[in-house]
Antibody, heavy 120, light 107 residues
Framework: QLQLQESGSGLVKPSQTLSLTCTVSGGSINSGAYSWTWIRQPPGKGLEWIGYIYHGGSTYYNPSLKSRVTISVDTSKNQFSLKLGSMTAADTAVYYC????????????WGQGTLVTVSS | EIVLTQSPGFQSVTPKEKVTITCRASQSIGTSLHWYQQKSDQSPKLLIKFASRSISGVPSRFSGSGSGTDFTLTINGLEAEDAATYYCHQSSNFPYTFGPGTKLEIK
């Protein structure tokens, strides 16, 4: 049974960089069968796709966030990570990691999500 | 960017009722449309992929239809546990986008 678990800083000061990690258990992140994705949801609002990383390290980011986002993978730890720079209050959200069967477009497994608050 | 709109935004329904939620895309997306259910304080759960394809473990009362720009999620015989917000999501074009959600309240 695949499990994804987010971890990282829950409180970030304005202008600082958010760092989150998603640990994958019950399966290998190095499989070429999946892309690994970050999605966020501001409190009481809808879902926003941030971007993904695919086997081999290729990435694709939402253009609205592209200048501030980096997604990377650490296969030795079976983890992938999100960095989002220049944080503002508008970035306050629950951040989810998720799995996409490669090229299929849908997300078949999600982490439980972690709330990130931007505040001084 | 492809914009998805959903209707209704909110619906109060009684158990056993048939519920229909619609999702409309700003341009044709074929069948690259997926549906998720999000219960309070939980992560979203995949219900339907590629407009109409069922997901293992999802009750058969959930079904989807549509192609192009107009899509429908149907719940036949609503149950109390179906209280949730439902989102459509398109994967035809980057960036992937989601609809604003439809909140179902059970009377």
């Amino acid at each position: 049974q695949l499990q994804l678990q987010e971890s990282g800083s829950g409180l970030v000061k304005p202008s600082q960089t958010l760092s989150l990690t998603c640990t994958v258990s019950g399966g290998s992140i190095n499989s070429g069968a999946y892309s690994w994705t970050w999605i966020r949801q501001p409190p009481g609002k809808g879902l926003e796709w941030i971007g993904y990383i695919y086997h081999g390290g290729s990435t694709y980011y939402n253009p609205s966030l592209k200048s501030r986002v980096t997604i990377s993978v650490d296969t030795s730890k079976n983890q992938f990570s999100l960095k989002l720079g220049s944080m503002t209050a508008a970035d306050t959200a629950v951040y989810y990691c998720a799995r996409e069967p490669a090229g299929m477009g849908h997300f078949d497994d999600w982490g439980q999500g972690t709330l990130v608050t931007v505040s001084s | 960017e492809i914009v998805l709109t959903q209707s209704p935004g909110f619906q109060s329904v009684t158990p056993k009722e048939k519920v229909t939620i619609t999702c409309r895309a700003s341009q044709s997306i074929g069948t690259s449309l997926h549906w998720y259910q999000q219960k309070s304080d939980q992560s979203p759960k995949l219900l339907i992929k590629f407009a109409s394809r069922s997901i293992s473990g999802v009750p058969s009362r959930f079904s989807g239809s549509g192609s192009g720009t107009d899509f429908t999620l149907t719940i036949n015989g609503l149950e109390a546990e179906d209280a949730a917000t439902y989102y459509c999501h398109q994967s035809s074009n980057f960036p992937y986008t989601f609809g604003p959600g439809t909140k179902l309240e059970i009377k």
